[in-house]
């Protein structure tokens, strides 16, 4: 009991380090993958911006972002972290290759939901003289924000089990207190305490989710 | 108002090494300013890929698109979405905005069209009365019935004042009842706005109740057009005649067929001439029975189009002085048996 006390403040600084590195990666999610999603989408064929050469392009990039493991992306994106912040530790290093799955992740997801809307209100915006840009913004983004709000949940309870593997490029975060205290050290009461606090987390973040996706979704039903 | 020259669609085929599939083979037709047209076909004759070159929604392979005495198919992205913005369109599956309300629905091609703010508050309540859903605006799309929607559906099509009305299989998701009160409506739109209405169905009921004229599609062409009573009156292709029969649904029982004695006819009575006791006097003067087995008078306008089944027992010579004597003052007549 008294050394998981004495694991309080290290604990507090796990939690800070995940969430900053949720909150960073999310953010790109939402930033990069919110358009990649839309580009994938609206390129495919029969659709307003149908261009192929372009659909493929995207399509090759998500998907060979999506078939290397976590763990391994991490190592592959060293030179990139580098480049970009000077260092490759910290959560802030970790961030980078999080938000490189992340947005592929979420790309997909968002593809997916607007795959979901119905075409034939996409066919009735087009025949009543709508421009690209207002299909997106008035038709597409407002009849898929359910799926949208849902794919983020699964977005970020994804993250946060990628976030655990931070630790390997000494991101730190909860996952890694868990895997040096409570495995290495066999200190299975961090383990304990640690996974309790993550299955919390992830119960907050789906319930928040299923909150914001009523909200978009009440009118529909 | 519409002018349709040579229009042929084609889709690229899914496979490969598989040709092209031709839609639409060309095409030509013309909708006069305020008529009602209808465009009739089976499905997979290609009447709503015919119906959406009007507009552009498919763009044809080769033909020209002429609306309102703009040349649609040599427009550039912009303009074109501008002339659409002046076509309204109702769809079979309504196409509503599942997220949004009754009134977000019918402001929806306002806002397209960049009406502003007091203009949209002040037209939506117009359109709503219109259509008689004044008491739903509020209300989604979900906790409406199919008629409802389709309602819906036209207000936000005549948002901006389109001269022009295109409507895809408009009744064909609703039930008979409601389908008929959409049906007046859009006849009702027509007659008091003046409005040219397009509408593609698979049923002759829909067209008879609204068109002034009509084309017959059937494989991608258009084998037939004319008056909506000339088409029913005197069909000449064998789809359209096929059509019109089924209409007229004059079926007799298998059982009575084979048990008939005598001549069968169907004779088919157009406008006044039904008005001549013509079976009458043929039994007197060729002095021959005569029994009616079936029969059905329809009305086009206020035109009437009667069809009867009838058995004509006598000599022979007599039945084909009858037939003749008939067939000279009727329409049509069809011997279907001895």
């Known amino acids: ?221 | 108002m519409i002018e349709l020259q040579a229009v042929s669609v084609a889709f690229p085929s899914n496979d490969r090494a598989g040709a092209a599939i031709q839609a639409v083979r060309d095409a030509s037709l013309t909708v006069d300013r305020g008529e009602v047209f209808g465009i009739v076909g089976s499905s997979g004759a290609g009447k709503s890929t015919l119906v959406r070159t009007i507009n552009l929604l498919e763009r044809p392979s080769s033909g020209r698109v002429i609306v309102n005495g703009t040349e649609l198919t040599a427009l550039g992205a912009r303009e074109l979405r501008r002339e659409r913005q002046k076509i309204g369109m109702i769809f079979q599956h309504f196409n509503l905005m599942h997220t949004r309300t009754v009134w977000d629905n019918a402001a929806f091609a306002l806002r397209i069209a960049g009406a502003s703010r007091a203009d949209i508050r002040r037209r939506v309540p117009e359109l709503l009365a219109l259509v008689g859903l004044s008491d739903k605006a509020g209300a989604y799309p979900a906790q409406l019935s199919g008629g409802q929607k389709q309602r819906v559906g036209i207000a936000r099509a005549l948002a901006n004042h389109p001269e022009l009305l295109l409507c895809d299989e408009p009744t064909s998701a609703l039930d008979l009842e409601t389908s008929a009160g959409v049906l007046a409506l859009l006849k009702e739109i027509n007659q008091q706005l003046g409005l040219t209405i397009v509408i593609i169905s698979h049923e002759m009921a829909v067209i008879k109740a609204v068109c002034d004229r009509v084309a017959v599609m059937d494989g991608g062409r258009i084998v037939e057009q004319g008056t909506v009573y000339e088409i029913f009156a005197r069909p000449r292709h064998p789809f359209t005649r096929e059509l019109v029969d089924r209409t007229f649904n004059l079926e007799l029982p298998g059982r009575h067929l084979d048990a008939i004695h005598g001549t069968l006819l169907k004779v088919l009575f157009l406008g006044e001439k039904a008005e001549t006791p013509v079976l009458f006097e043929a039994a007197r003067s060729c002095n021959v029975g005569v029994n009616i087995l079936h029969g059905k008078i329809e009305y086009v306008g206020d035109r009437a189009i009667g069809l009867l089944v009838v058995s004509l027992t006598g000599t022979a010579a007599g039945v084909e002085a009858a037939v003749a004597f008939i067939r000279d003052r009727t329409e049509r007549v069809e011997v279907l048996h001895g």
């Open chain 1, 1 to 221: 009991m008294d050394s998981l006390l004495a694991m309080l403040p290290d604990l507090v600084t796990a939690f800070k380090e995940t969430f900053l590195m949720l909150g960073v990666s999310t953010a790109f999610a939402l930033i990069g993958g919110v358009p990649l999603g839309f580009f994938l989408f609206i390129t495919q064929r029969r659709l307003f911006w149908e261009n192929r050469a372009a659909n493929a392009v995207g399509n090759v990039l998500v998907n060979v972002i999506r078939s290397v493991p976590f763990v391994i992306l991490l190592v592959l994106l060293l030179p990139l972290t580098q480049l970009l912040l000077k260092t490759t530790i910290g959560p802030v290093a970790a961030s980078v290759p999080l938000s490189v799955a992340a947005i592929a992740f979420y790309a997909r997801l968002v593809q997916g939901s607007l795959c979901e809307v119905d075409s034939g209100v996409i066919e009735a915006a087009q025949a009543f003289g709508a421009s690209p840009a207002m299909i997106i913004r008035s038709v597409l983004f407002r009849e898929a924000l359910p799926g949208l709000l849902r794919g983020l949940t699964v977005t970020v309870i994804s993250l946060v089990g990628y976030s655990a593997m931070a630790g390997i490029v000494g991101g730190g975060g909860v996952g890694d207190l868990a895997i040096r205290f409570g495995y290495y050290r066999y200190q299975t009461g961090v383990m304990v305490v640690t996974v309790a606090a993550l299955v919390v987390l992830v119960q907050v973040i789906q319930v928040l989710g299923d909150y914001l996706v009523r909200r978009a979704d009440l009118k529909a039903k």
